[in-house]
């Protein structure tokens, strides 16, 4: 019985440990119409994650997020089509344009670890929402380092909480990579980039995961520069947020393989 208290105790004494630093995290509510391309996704009737229409016929999310073995081991083995639940356009979860799935591609490099950490789902027909691209070869200054991105999506606002009732979006500065590499230099490659500040308070988090990370162009057209991937909790200090890194290679060019359309030229 002591025991049982103590390990209680200790478990409540973990879990306090745990809790969040700061209550997207440190966002606000987006405006109705503000990101159209913005997609919730939602897998197997319970696990959200966020996408972004990059063409009409094809939405893109986390690796994790399309991989049927994605909570526990990164494969690309996709989970079946009709199992996977998007709606675009809206900033009311469960209230987006419905689109049925055709396929869900994987790169073959997503297995075991981190990386490579994106899903492209081709729809069924084309949506009627304006699509958002990723950034394209002669873009890449989008995405220098300092450069402030936006964040949008459907995760929770802090660490271990609540879903939000609207999409959340913030800002956040891109991190030189050996910052990011110092970071996770158990996980970080070539595949990936890293946004946020290093006394936190701002960052991606659970539910956030396949989600955009916003450039701008010149015109202020919105460009795709990364796709929510992971980090150590949320907005924790030192504990940058990771996105795929999409708009550069090997991920931009196997995009373009497969949604041609998907990348701005
Ligand atoms: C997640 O669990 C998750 N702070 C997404 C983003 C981040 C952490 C966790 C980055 O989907």
Redesign the pocket.
Known sequence: MRTTLACLLSAIGLLAAAAPSSAIVGGRDASPGEYPAVAEVTLGGAFGCTGTLIAPTWVLTAGHCGSLTGAAVATPIAWPTPLIDVRIGSITPGAGEHVPVRRALIPPEHLATSGHDITLLELSRPSIQAPAPVAGPSETALWAPGTLETIVGF?VTEEGGDAPDVLQEAEVPIVADPDCEAAYPDEFDETMICAGYPEGGV???????GGPMFGRTATGALRVVGA????E???RPG?Y??YARVADDPLRSWIAAQAPAGVAG
């Open positions: 995760g960052d991606t988090c659970q539910g956030d995961s929510t991937s992971f980090g909790g949320c907005a504990r947020g990771v």
